[in-house]
């Protein structure tokens, strides 16, 4: 049975085709001022990619912020359920879902049936989410995308101390006007955020095994040190993170058929 | 105020007396089409809040709070007029002290704040940043920012002393009122709490409650006779008992009493406690629950979650908060401000009176809590009480950033309330008196998540999501 | 390397070579953050008084998992170093309700790493005889509680020790006041933070002869040049960091009002025979920390006269970000001040001062430049 | 005669050289440039000051006094490229006062700060704050906010004079308003009415600066912002005045103050 989920987030919405549990295709985009066509788009490709038409399709599944402003049946699943779906489903054995998002941290506790027993998510304050790191690192003049090598360049690293985007903005600024060098500024930046990431995580501390989804957890130099501020077990997800809640969606789909 | 910047004039006070000097002259009924001419001539954001009121099902508890407001905000003028003392107090001490003297009428800090956000065009921001102007910090107690602000900022109508009770309870509330004893050159009368459960820390407050009345009486030169004590505490004593009653509802399942009449009931005990008008109100407010409770009347079509709310709620967006949540089910059995544990005063004789309001000043909400020995205990302890008796399924957490107490227990809350009940707690970070900190429908996505997914899910059964999905796939394979 | 280097090095380590000995002779070491706890009665016991402290510790993981990011970042770093281990050498802790931050803290680190001995010293917020009687009270509680923990018994002569040594170690820490004063100052802000930093991190002894002997080598040296005279007011500021960065752009603490600083020592002499009582007023009459409501003019004047005697250009008010007490009080003084014509800065901060410090330097240094144009 | 200012922003770096002539005439002629920063501040002031040196076609060692303000500013005088450092606050103050007399507070809205600048008859510093809370109401914030509606901050001002409806933005972490402003860009809201919330936001954060040190006549705007004509006029509106605009680019006072400062200090000394 093919299953199309969608995630459309706030900052970028993504698609995934299933069947069963081979992931046919997956496509992401910024979510643009226009929801609806931004998905549309997404989903033709997935289609496209994987050669499979809209009539094959047999469910649609649909979370995020912007799903309420999709047209046509779908089925709406909020994020939070979808996203334990997915580490619950991948993981078996995982008992905590932290997915760093657009703008906020969600940590998801989930029990040995992968039912949702509670969660925690900053809606205050942005820091250590993707839209924080996006903005420093580009601050630093590093693309997100090049972080992880970045970093590893890194000798005498600096601690970056602010927690508001724009005022550690600044300090990255000063910090490069010190003449401190982009790699141990980075340095700095990953290690603050997994420190933010960290402290919602210890939330939850009967947890040992957790995984990490959402965009950021596909920067390496961050899961790993917030592997090592845990005293917890860090289980990677199987497929690409930042796609965990669309795939949450198509598999709640196959339940809920 | 500093060089340049020009004193505004009305400030919030004034502004909401004239606001609410329309309430009286309303019918006891009103009609739809009378509501919506009533709000059509207010600004957008008091519209909402004061259609949000007049909704048929709360129209007449609202009209019988608005009128208990309106003549709160009324006498107060008329006690500055008269050449009285208007003595501003927090919501944590009773006001009945000060209503018990003639020539003295209590102005409660925390309820004008409110009134500001509830009914004022741009939900009273303008005075907030007006006390930040003065440099005041961000992170200072929107609760009292909002109305000091306009106090500060503006030329409005301004109290002749103030009352200090959160000494003990609350840092930022007992600053905040010094700063504006000071910058008016007001005098000030400290209360201050022990934060001592002890007897000693009892005997303590005893003495303290007695130097306070002692203070008042010279400062407003009046005498406090046995007669007007007793006068007071009786009304005090009828109010208690409806109190009671209207809590007793909240038991039922599902709860008869609407979730803004929690807001209603903690208006009234703030500031007309030991008045008629604090009693009648309260009549209306216990009167439509029981009716409601006769027919079984309820917002939604099934009561999907009891949420005892911790310690505050969010006062910015009445019909997005209090109406929204009861319209889908999710109940408010009252909040940490509700929590006012009524003492029943022995009218006997001055001391039994002056002691008995002393116990009930003890016991008022954060005075009672985090004013307590152990903050993170003594509140623990009253919410499991207030839980186990409302027979709560789910908390939530919603303050402001200045409270400092909470915000720094609340994670002991969290994992005791599961621990102890199997109650889920529910973090928001939003602030109960400025939607810049969280707008409202952020808010509302919380609560939405944690209720679909912790608490109705609950009662649903579980989805089983890994054995079902790993079945499927293998019954596909 | 100089002694006054010397000490500088030693004051920037927590859990410092002084306290290892005292712990490896088997002394006990007993923790405390505020002000309002007098250490003689725990020296009495001939237990180690410790001022729990953070130096700037920008770490906070730990405790941002128990306290709030709205909670105060000092309160946070100490909790952080309370939990993750780095405070294990205390034997004991005093809580004081000196701030509802500080309560937290405590709260939180008796619930996630308890202590052995643990115990609540109730502080008031008013000075009438009341609330003296009271704390009177408490004091003894506190005495009581030592010494059945610790299975000492504190004695008159004992305690009569133990003030005898504390009001040396005040009286050296007031002459490196004395000095900052001068015409020509010889010890900077941060020497004397350092010198305030070890007093509470050693045992008086040892740190009378090691105080001592830096005092000599710094009357023996040149003035310390300056663009102004700062006077430093403020919250719980054991950042060294912090008070370097101003005094490099040439703003020189000549005085301070600060918790780490002379308010911990300017005390007034009481005349009463009772020990205990005299505590009591110690702290209650002579305490100027903005959490007693009804003292504000105190806090003025205490600051206006050392305007007047450090011959101070310009007052710096600082407070860590959440900081209710400093946040507001902060606003009070600057007015009081600017309306008598004195320059202030009101500096609001996280604590660790390495954040922002590029807009801390500007601020600073914008506010030299004030004083400096309103000279010319 | 020359005196040269530096000024190092969190963007763009400007150079302004005052050429005095010999001789009695008091005409000043006036040179400036203005580069986007490098990594490395000190890079940036060689290369604007460089620039501008070559344009006018005059070699470093003709320059009198230096003075370098902003980012860096004391690397780049540790660096050799100026004779002092004077913090971006006191340069604002003065180029504003040297270039209209009567101003007695100066707003200024950079990339990462705001402050308002309280100015003495004499042009001496009075008073000063800088925002050290939340950085709402910086130039940053408009710029993403700009960059979220698809614009840049010198035409949001336009699009904002346009608005029919009132749109209030009730977040103040730059983050989450990106996120408040796309949720009601997809919900259909107008780019104008956005764009008059945001600018509307931006006078309120500004005016809780403004009320702490007070305002007082004339005001002056400076910085990247006062390019935008609905903050602009936001703040006249909250101010109960007119705010003149300086005859220089807005970008270009700290500079400009900056070489004003230069040449002071080499007449006093």
Redesign the interface.
Known sequence: ?IVLGIDAG??FSKAVLLD??CLLSSSISE?T???CSCVDSIVSEVLEKSGVTREDVKLFAVTG??SE?IEGLYLRE????CI??AG??YL?DVEMVVDIG??SITSILID???????????????SG?G??LE?LSGAA?IPIKDLSNAVELAENPV?I???????A???V??Y????KK?ADILWGLCDAVA??V???A??F?GVKKYTITGGVARIDALTSRIEN?LEKEYLKFPHDPMLGAALGAA??A??ES | MEAGIVLEKGGLFDRVSRLFAVIDSLPDELSDEEVKGLTFVLPPDARSSIEAMLIPRLREGSLAFMRMLSSWLKKAQETAESGGKTILVPFCFPPELVHAFDGAFPVTSEVLSTLGVVALEGRGERYYDMALGLGLPDYICSANAVEVGSMLGSDDFKPQGIISAAAGSCNINAKTHEILAFYHRIPMFVLEKPVDNSERGKEQYRKNYSRLVGELEEFIGEELTEEKLRRTCEKVNRANELLAELWDLHKAIPDPVPNLFSLFTYGVRFSMWGTDEAIECMNVLVDVSKRRLKEGAYPAREELARCLLTYTSYYFDLAGMFNWTEERGYTYLGDGLDLIFPVMIDTSSRDSMLDGMAEQSWNMPMTRQVGGESMSMCWLEDILWAAKELKADCAIYSGHHSCKQTWSVVSILRKELMKRAEIPLLVLQGDSWLSRTTPITAVQKEILDFIGNVVAQKKKGKRKIRKRLSSTAEFNA | MSVIQRLKEYSKVIFNESVKEWKDSGGNVVGYSCVTTPPEILLAADILPYRIRALGNPNTEMADACLARFNCSFARSCLQLGLDGTYDFLDGIVETNGCDHLRGMFENWQYNRPLKFFHYLKVPHQTNDDALKYYIGELLLYKQAVEAHFEVEITEDRLERAFEMEEKVSAVLRETYEIRRDENPRISGEEALCFYLLSTAMHPQKFLLFAGEALEEVKSRAPLEYRARIMLCGAATDEIDLLSEIEGLGGLIVSDALCFGSRAFFTTPVRVDDRIEILARRVLDGILCPRMYEEFPKRLNFILDEVESAKVDGVILVCNKFCDLHGVDNVQIRLSLEERGIPALQLEKDYGSGADVGRIRTRVQAFLERIESRIR | MLFGGIDIGSLTAQAVIIEEPDGKSARLKIHTKSIRVKPDPVESAKEVMGALLKDIGINWEYMKYVVSTGYGRERVQQEGLSHDNISEISCHGAGAFALYPNVRTVIDIGGQDAKVIRVGPGGELENFVMNDKCAAGTGRFLEVMSKTIGTDYEKLGFLALKSRNRFELSSRCSIFAENEVLHYLQRGASVEDLAAGISRSMADRVMALARRVGVEREVMMTGGVAKNVAVKAELEKKLGLRIVSPSLDPQLIGAYGAAVLARRSWRES
Request: proline share 4%; aromatic share 6%.
């Open positions: 049975m706030n900052l069963e549990d979510t001022g226009n929801v912020g912007g402003l909020d994020d939070v359920l334990a779906a619950a489903y078996p657009g703008q040995e049936d992968g039912d949702v027993v509670d969660f925690m998510r900053n809606d205050k304050c942005a989410s839209r924080f903005i003049g601690k101390r602010s927690q508001c985007g724009v005022f903005e600044s300090e600024i000063s490069l006007n010190e003449g982009p420190g933010i960290a402290a919602q210890r939330r501390p501020k598999l709640i196959r339940l």
